[in-house]
């Protein structure tokens, strides 16, 4: 058994709260800080923004995900050897700390880089069947191209931020999932790589990869579907 620790801490270093913010807020904090044309790719004339601003506090958006602002702000403060904020409330428009949330889940995105891939990722099979030669399957992805940099990397002692591709097919890629690997154990093809992840504070779940089966897919406890991961960290 190897076994494989960064100083990432997920109780300690992961946010307190819950991976769960008010949609309007979000999109209303991205348009002042001038990010929605480079995340949508069109020019969003200034009448939209301040349309955007108006029903910001209203139920018209529903709650969103930060999962990448999260795992990117906890990896920026893990790397400055600063503690992260003591609040389990959910930061909300006007605090430092749902900008900076919001700047580094823009960050994160990449402009349109990670919507691209994510998108090529679910639209593949886990297993390419023998005819699709000029393809792999993302259990070949993940186990030949993307857990050797992830290992060489938490080998090295530095927690590197994921993402998780949870769908599959024609279909909206708001299922896949941002995370951070803190850690791994490795029993023969057995990999268990532990994570910090938004959804799930205080607590420390895993992702579970045969390396050995490029069919099989990872497996994350509490349960959540994961059809395979690429290495997606900050610079």
């Given amino acids: 058994m190897v076994e ?3 100083g990432f801490d ?3 270093h992961g946010f307190r709260f819950t991976n769960s913010f008010h949609g309007g807020e979000v999109v209303g904090e991205m348009a002042r800080q001038g990010r929605l044309q480079e995340l949508t790719g069109l020019k969003v004339p200034r009448a939209v923004r301040h349309l955007t601003n108006l029903i910001e506090g209203e139920g018209f958006w529903g709650t969103f995900g930060l999962c990448g602002g999260m795992s990117w702000t906890a990896l920026d403060l893990f790397r400055r050897g600063e ?7 959910i ?13 580094r889940q823009a960050d994160s995105m990449r402009g349109r880089d990670l919507l691209e891939r994510c998108l090529v990722w679910q639209l593949l099979p886990d297993k390419a069947p023998w005819w699709m030669f000029w393809s792999k399957g993302i259990g070949r992805l993940t ?10 990397d938490l080998d090295s002692g530095a927690p590197t931020a994921l993402t998780l591709i949870r769908a599959q097919g ?3 890629p708001d299922k896949h999932h941002q995370v951070v690997a803190t850690g791994y154990d490795l029993s023969g093809d057995r990999a268990g790589i532990h994570i910090y992840d938004p959804n ?8 579970t990869i045969d390396l050995g089966d490029r069919s ?4 994350q406890s509490p349960g959540e579907a994961v059809r395979g991961f690429f290495v997606w960290s900050p610079d």
């Fill in 4 to 6: 494989v620790r960064t």
């Fill in 10 to 12: 997920p109780v300690e």
């Fill in 83 to 89: 503690p992260r904020p003591a609040t389990a409330s």
């Fill in 91 to 103: 930061p909300g428009s006007g605090s430092q700390l749902f900008s900076d949330l919001v700047e």
């Fill in 143 to 152: 186990v030949e191209g993307e857990w050797p940099k992830l290992q060489r």
């Fill in 170 to 172: 024609v279909t909206m």
């Fill in 200 to 207: 799930h504070p205080g607590s420390t779940p895993s992702i």
């Fill in 216 to 219: 099989v897919r990872p497996r």
